[in-house]
């Protein structure tokens, strides 16, 4: 699969079937047992089918122990699951940190040089935001996963003033109730916790120049536009799985550029392209990119700036 290509984005493409070098192993080894469980997460999220039935039941026929019984007993290993998903995420940010510490350091003088010589841990950051991306896409369509987990707090809140033991408190505890209650109430809460992460590697890296981590992610972003806008490239494509891949990675590195950029992906100092990366989005057949639309009109942190661009707002209006 394509990830980068050379100085000025016209010289040899680079391809990422590339093995790690002596200098990556570390860091990609321990990224990679991390990822190798990423594809297990989405098919679990996206085979989630949710207790809308027995929870409605049970609220119907409140007095009917046996229907309480059965929506708790339906939704505890679901909350089982959510709390692997919550899981996940904090074992994604800290592969996060691991990649954008090699990606970032000084070792090279820019960061096309990061990319080229560091390409198995650059692919590794493209498939977390891919992943990223993909999840809250689906959890974004998925209203189960907070009515489950809404049904089981006031549920243990009512066992516990009640004092009646609750089998699934062992699962989930309180204070861990409450943080996961706040990773679904956001609508992108992988995006969310990836974008926190990246702030929160900045501002604990404060030797390290901002510059470092901002200019990888243009020149990701950079990579991507011109990989699907040029046909020569577009056309070695393997599939339309590796045309999403792109997109999605295009669309997560904005996200975060925009966090970390002191004033963001829309200003006229951004080094992205904004102009040119909508209009690849906006180039994609209808109903495809809508996830990923919605994710820069709602999840970015400057566009309605006033400093943003009035062509770039329009392009972006739904």
Same mark, same amino acid.
């Given at each position: ?22 200098? &990556? ?8 047992? %991390? ?8 098919? &679990? ?24 019984? &059965? ?16 899981? @996940?995420?904090?074992?994604? &940010? ?30 590794? @950051?493209? *498939? ?6 993909? @999840? ?65 590697? %900045? ?37 339309? *799985? ?8 295009? %669309? ?13 992906? @829309? ?52």
């Amino acid at each position: 699969m394509f990830i980068g290509l050379t100085n000025g984005m016209l010289g040899k493409p680079i391809k990422v079937h590339a093995q790690p070098t002596d200098a &990556e192993r570390e860091v990609w080894e321990e990224v990679d047992v %991390v990822l190798k469980d990423a594809a297990a997460i989405l098919d &679990e999220l996206q085979a989630y089918k949710g207790a809308g039935r027995e929870i409605r039941e049970a609220i119907q026929n409140p007095s009917d122990e046996g229907l309480q019984d &059965e929506a708790w007993a339906a939704v505890v290993p679901l909350v089982g699951r959510l709390k692997k998903f919550y899981e @996940f995420s904090q074992r994604l &940010e800290a592969a996060l940190h691991r990649l954008l510490r090699a990606l970032t350091s000084e070792s090279y003088n820019d960061p096309m040089q990061h990319l080229e010589r560091e390409q198995a841990l650059a692919k590794q @950051f493209a *498939e977390i935001l891919h992943f990223t991306l993909r @999840f809250d896409e689906l959890k974004m369509t998925n209203p189960a996963i907070q009515n489950d987990f809404s049904y089981y707090r006031r549920t243990l809140n009512r066992m516990r003033i009640n004092n009646v033991p609750a089998e699934g408190e062992n699962e989930v505890n309180n204070e861990l109730a409450n943080r996961i209650s706040l990773f679904y109430a956001d609508a992108t809460p992988m995006l969310k916790t990836l974008s926190d992460g990246t702030t929160k590697f %900045v501002s604990e890296n404060k030797n390290l120049p901002i510059e470092n981590t901002t200019d990888v992610l243009s020149t990701m972003a950079s990579v991507c536009k011109v990989m699907l806008e040029n046909p020569d490239y577009r056309c070695r494509f393997s599939s339309e *799985e590796t045309v999403s891949f792109c997109l999605r990675v295009m %669309v997560g590195v904005i996200i975060l550029y925009d966090y970390v950029h002191p004033v963001g992906a @829309f200003s006229k100092s951004s080094k992205i392209d904004m102009k040119g990366c909508i209009k690849v989005l906006k180039d994609q057949p209808p109903n495809t990119v809508d996830g990923l639309l919605n994710a820069l009109r709602y999840t970015t942190k400057h566009l309605n700036d006033e400093s943003t661009n009035k062509t770039i707002k329009a392009m972006l209006q739904p």
